[in-house]
Every structure is written in C-alpha cells, then in structure tokens.
DNA sequence: AAGAGGCCCTGATAGC
DNA sequence: TGCTATCAGGGCCTCT
C-alpha cells in the first residue's frame, strides 16, 4: 500500500495521537509478520512512553525513551488503525476488540494506550516491526538506503556519479531504494511522466538537465501526494480511517488506455511491465 | 557486479 | 455459482 506520502500520512496522525503516551500494553495475535516478532517484544514496548513518532523512507520509528525505538514496515498491505475504547479502561471488552472500524481479519498487534488503542493489520505480511536499543544501531538499519528525495544529498552531482557504469532502466533506478528512498512504484510513473522521460529510457543516455528534473519532480509529486493526504486506491486510509486524495490526481497511474492528461498531446496512456511491476507512460510525449 | 527475475502472502477481480 | 488465473502500494535473495 504505502510509499514515503502514505507512511508520512500515517505517522502524522500517529504522532498526534500517541506522542507522550505511555503504552500499557501489547496483545500479539500473531507473531509470524515478514520476520518474526522477537520473544521481548511485549516486554519492551509496555509501560514505556512513546516520546514522539518519526519517519526515514517508508519506515515508521516509533521513538522510545534512553534512545530506543520500534520501526515498523507496512510493507505492501500493513495499516495502523486508532481505535477509541468508549468503555474507558477496560482493555479486555470485547466490543473495543471487535471495533465496526477493524477489518474482520489480520488485526496481529494491538498497541493499548489509556481509552485507546492502535492495531496493526495486514493481510499478506509483507510488513514488520523491529527493535532497536540505539542510535547506533538504529542508523546502521538505515545505512543501505539512499537519500530521501528532499534531502540535499540528493543532487545533480549524486545523481551523476550513481549512474556511472550503470545501464538500468530510469523507471529501475528511481525504485532502487539504495538510489534514492521513498519512492514506490505509483509515484515513479508520475515523476517520470511529469519529467517526460520515458520508463525505458537508459539511465546512462540521462544528460544533466533531465536528472535535475527528475530530482524536482520526485520531490513535486511527492509534496504534493502528502499534501492531498497520501493515495487511497484500493482502500488506503490514516490511522483515522480518512482517505487521501491523491489519487484523483493521477496521470499515467491505472490510466492505461486513456488519453494522455498533457495539454496538446494526443497520445494514449501505456501500460508496461517493467522491472516486474506495471509501469504506465504516454508513449506519445515521454521519450 | 549489475541487472533480471523469483519469492514471501492473502484477497479482489476478471474471465470462462 | 464456482472454478482458476492474474494482479496488487515492497524488499530481499539468488542466479547469470
């Protein structure tokens, strides 16, 4: 579900919610995420208070106190969801449990707070939360990633000396998080489209300009999706269950067959898969 | 060593 | 209605 827009999304809300809250406890339903849950999980997150929640990529670090934090991965389909308990403190109602806001299904941690509670859901576990005891280790865990888009990192000179020797294909390198992180495979095809450079394109044959663009765009259209409140298709939501409405302003994203959106182009949006993952591009105005 | 491709998993939808 | 096939926002691993 999520790139760096939706996990924005949700940490915004999360911070909201749980900043300078103190866990009371934790209920595993099931420990068998991407990786499995450590044996301490329980132990180290109850009767701590989560200082504030941050964000690196598409990983949502929840800060602990004495510089130890929980990261958490929403991977394809994970969502965090923030359950009031109308019943005040009793934790074991069952009604707070089976809340009409919870999908029927995979709900396989709940975080419980005083009158509320965030449970983690994800049908096909592709997502995980792991521990962290410093800063050290928690740089360390990040230490293979490329910059985000909006760091200054991320350059021209960057850019340049990234692609040297390399032959991928640009929609390739712009997914390849140890490039740059963040961006998923929504968002590169309207960053390339906005850059109208095409998916195919080599990343050796990119002059100077076109890697400026690509690096203002990815930060553009990343902007402008947290903006918007991230993308809701199929049904991503906050941890409040709003939708985001980025989605009503895609491109090339699911338009396959449908008119290019550029004004004075007559080409039709193409669907391709590339790298395994459906690309989209108007083969008219994206060269 | 870069790049292509497969795999982890469940559910929604399309096609027969 | 009910079966099977295909596809889905990510990331990691293996093979060539």
Known sequence: ??????????????????????????????KNLRFK?????????????????????????????????????????????????????NLTNLSFYNSPLLPKNHNHIEIIFNKFKVVYNDPRRFGFFQLIKTIKNLNKRF??????????????????????????KVKDLLIDQKFVSGIGNIYVSEILFLSKINPYKKVNLLNKKE?????????????????????????????EGSKGNF???????????????????????????IANRSTFFCNTCQN
């Open 211 to 239: 890697c400026n663009i690509i690096i203002e765009n990815s930060k553009t259209i990343l902007l402008k999706a947290i903006k918007k409140g991230g993308s809701s298709i199929r049904d991503f939501k906050n941890t």
């Open 247 to 273: 989605q009503d302003s895609f491109k090339v994203y699911q338009r396959n067959g449908l008119n290019c959106k550029r004004i004075g182009c007559k080409g039709i949006i193409t669907k391709k898969v």
């Open 37 to 89: 849950l450590p044996t301490h999980f329980k132990n180290f997150l109850e009767n701590k208070k989560i200082t504030r929640v941050t964000r690196f990529s598409k990983y949502i670090i929840l800060n602990l106190p004495k510089n130890e934090f929980c990261i958490i991965h929403l991977g394809m389909s994970g969502t965090l969801h923030l359950i009031k308990d109308k019943n005040k403190n």
């Open 1 to 30: 579900m999520p790139e760096l827009p939706e996990v924005e999304i949700v940490r915004q809300s999360l911070d909201k919610n749980i900043k300078q809250k103190k866990v009371k406890k934790v209920i595993i339903r099931n």
């Open 143 to 168: 230490s293979h990633l490329g910059p985000e888009p909006f760091d200054k990192k991320f350059n021209v000179k960057y850019f340049k000396n990234f692609i040297k020797n390399k032959k991928k």
